[in-house]
């Protein structure tokens, strides 16, 4: 059954997210028999996701984000209380489509499922496929594998200090200084999720708990999001002076990053990869073990 804008604080479940202005997703509905087209609107204006009327790169991530949880619990009819993971994400984005215009922006999502394993004791892994629109024309690509676990299974994996998403989220560091929102695109300093350390080009995740966006509910572990908005911040910061717009992210996720412990973010020298664009590796260790490493092609910002 499509969803509705009258549907809201149902569809914020489905999405998780608890404040109702971030659900994104406003209707879905059938599309084949293995895919589905998902609407997500995007604001005209945002404190986090819209920087000197542009878009963030991520804003269509987080897009993706909503309209797979959604098709996890209805079309997978995939338990609620599962618990969703991702383990690597592509994806394109164009820059021009970041651009705001003269109100809020209806984006389409066309969800193709390429894969969906059941395993025995209930654990489901998926290869899903997105192309998204905008009034007909495309914008962007991704392809992400996550995972759904039961809590039983969950909480094993999570063991029993990290399984409880309060006390862990309880557990999170003091906050730590912000590196300049200049040199990573931003111009709020609540914005931003680096933190400078003593050693070049290598940042420490920067935790604010009370941020309203990335961090609408308490959580067991660091959300991909927020891992996520880390390696855009840590890509812009590497190619400074010169002010770059994120188009692409080949991410691979490792392991849980824990709140309780320092999370190192360090981003390589850019390599050319035609034309203006240039790519850079970004890796995130936590007590010395890679957590997520992640190539980021980026393209300088045009400010026309």
Known sequence: MPLTSTHGAATGRLVRKSVQEETLVTSWRPATARSQLVTARWPLRHSFYVEDRRYSSLLLTESL????????????????????????????????????????????????????????????????????????????????????????????????????????????????????ASEVGRSDTDNVVLSPTS?????????????????????????????????????????????????AFDTTFFRYVEFDQPLLITAEPLVPEGGDRMSVMVDAHQNEVLALRSTVTVQPLSRG
């Open 199 to 247: 050693s070049a080009h290598t940042w420490q995740l920067r935790v604010d708990t009370s941020h309203r966006v990335l961090f609408d509910h308490a959580h067991d572990h660091i959300p991909g999001m927020v891992l996520l908005e880390a390696v855009d911040q840590a890509a812009r910061a590497r190619a400074r002076p010169q002010a770059v717009v994120p188009v």
């Open 65 to 180: 984000r909503q309209a797979l949880a959604l098709l996890t619990y209805t079309v997978h009819d995939i338990p609620l209380s599962h618990r969703l993971g991702w383990e690597q994400i592509r994806s394109t984005v164009d820059p021009e489509a970041l651009r705001t215009a003269s109100g809020p922006a209806e984006v389409e999502l066309l969800v193709t499922h390429k894969q969906v394993k059941r395993r025995r004791l209930g654990s489901v892994h998926l290869t899903s496929q997105v192309e998204a629109t905008l009034a007909g024309v495309p914008i962007g690509t991704a392809e992400l594998r996550y995972s759904a676990h039961p809590p039983a299974l969950y909480d094993r994996l999570r063991g029993s200090r990290y399984s409880d998403a309060e006390s862990a989220f309880a557990q999170a560091l003091p906050l730590t200084p912000a590196v300049p």
